[in-house]
């Protein structure tokens, strides 16, 4: 299937990432959230990095344009000729099977249907709708328009087809593609998330600073960020929900969400986001 026109439902960081890559590749695209001013500031927040991109010489101003001409704000009802949709709305299962029933009633019945869940069972969504066949995984990472990957999660329903469509779509947008089952974590957070986790555990029983941590991994691994920092980076609550998922769909104590981590998030304390998470911003 070629996908000329791509719904994209939560106008956040991802979203909007999502969206703009799509933009880019030639797809016209459909930004929806739950009320027009979260799409018209996602509009915004895209609008801001193409003009920066322009400014640092990355991008020409035609392209720019250009792709900011395929972007429009909408319902799932003006998206209804959509033949590919992603969901990239809060790490919550209730709200992203809303959300995929919403697109299941509003998109022809051949629509592939794609959440950019972390950590939720595709499995679990797709028998939320008809035709779960056409219901798959298509992960991308943060920022959008920098990572180069994208993790494709096939369901227990998910169609050779469905699969097919998504990987060419994927690359389309310039991505290199993985696919993983359906398993709690998928590939990414399965080991990035109890690496994390572990890091809390050794700032918690004062292993190191925090800083030291960091530094420690940064230069002895060669990674751009140290994982308290990358925790801060994804947000300690996102964090913590994964953990969370891989805990109890693995049944091992080994993904046990550390103590300082809950407590952390229990104060309000999500990272970057709120300014302050295992630094302040």
């Not at 991308?140 to 227990?156: C, K, S």
């Not at 046990?256 to 407590?263: E, F, N, T």
């Amino acid at each position: 299937m070629d996908v000329k026109t791509l719904a994209v439902v939560g106008a956040g960081q991802m979203g909007a990432g999502i969206a703009q890559v799509a933009a880019q590749s030639g797809i016209e695209v459909v930004l929806i959230d739950v009320n027009a001013d979260l799409v018209q500031k996602g509009l915004a927040g895209i609008r801001a990095q193409l003009d920066k991109a322009v400014g640092k010489g990355k991008l020409q101003a035609a392209e720019a344009q250009a792709a900011v001409a395929r972007l429009k704000p909408g319902t799932a009802e003006d998206a209804r000729n959509a033949r590919f949709a992603v969901e990239a709305v809060t790490e919550n299962e209730e709200v992203k099977q809303k959300v995929f029933a919403g697109l299941a009633k509003a998109l022809p019945q051949d629509a592939v249907l794609a959440s950019n869940t972390s950590s939720i069972s595709i499995t679990r969504i797709a028998a939320s709708v008809p035709n779960p066949e056409r219901v798959i995984g298509m992960h991308f990472m943060n920022p959008v328009p920098v990572m180069q990957l994208v993790e494709i999660i096939r369901g227990a329903q998910t169609s050779d087809s469905t699969y097919a469509t998504t990987k060419a779509l994927a690359e389309r947008m310039g991505k290199t593609t993985v696919l993983s089952k359906d398993m709690p974590g998928f590939i990414v957070n399965r080991i990035l998330i109890p690496m994390l986790n572990e890091a809390c555990f050794a700032l918690q029983e004062g292993l190191a600073s925090a800083e030291d941590i960091d530094t420690a991994m940064k230069l002895g691994t060669n990674t751009p960020m140290g994982p308290l920092a990358l925790a801060d980076f994804i947000g300690l609550d996102t964090c913590l929900y994964i953990a969370e998922v891989l805990h109890e769909g693995l049944g091992d104590d080994k993904y046990r969400p550390a103590p300082l981590l809950r407590q952390t998030v229990d104060a309000g304390w999500l990272g970057r986001k709120t300014k302050r998470g295992f630094y302040r911003y």
